[in-house]
Nanobody, 120 residues
Framework: QVQLVESGGGLVQPGGSLRLSCVAS????????MGWYRRAPGEQRELVAD???????KYEDSVKGRFTISRDNTKNAIYLQMSGLKPEDTAVYYC??????????????WGQGTQVTVSA
């Protein structure tokens, strides 16, 4: 089994910054793409950013220039540095990972979610 543990959410004022972390652990052979998704109240879950094992990044349009995703393959960890936060960034943020537990078994895992609230 594989676990994803997120941390770093909280309450921040508009224009502020937060850094989210996610670490994958457990029965891991290799971790491929990892990413951050979010679900705002009454909305569907959407991709915020993801990063491949070799470091290629992808961002949702509304966060480009404000959020930066990074990765530490030695720790099976990803980070999301969020700056210039806006009230519309308020959501539960979920970590996602594409994991191979051996050369033949590949599964997608989700973290439990961390709340980010942007409010004055």
């Amino acid at each position: 089994q594989v676990q994803l543990v997120e941390s770093g959410g909280g309450l921040v004022q508009p224009g502020g910054s937060l850094r989210l972390s996610c670490v994958a652990s457990g029965d891991i052979f290799t971790v491929n793409t990892m990413g951050w998704y979010r679900r705002a109240p009454g909305e569907q879950r959407e991709l915020v950013a993801d990063i491949t094992k070799d470091g290629r990044e992808k961002y949702e349009d509304s966060v480009k220039g404000r959020f930066t995703i990074s990765r530490d393959n030695t720790k099976n960890a990803i980070y999301l540095q969020m700056s210039g936060l806006k009230p519309e960034d308020t959501a539960v943020y979920y970590c996602n990972a594409d994991v191979r537990q051996n050369p033949w078994v590949r599964s997608t895992y989700w973290g439990q979610g961390t709340q980010v609230t942007v409010s004055a």
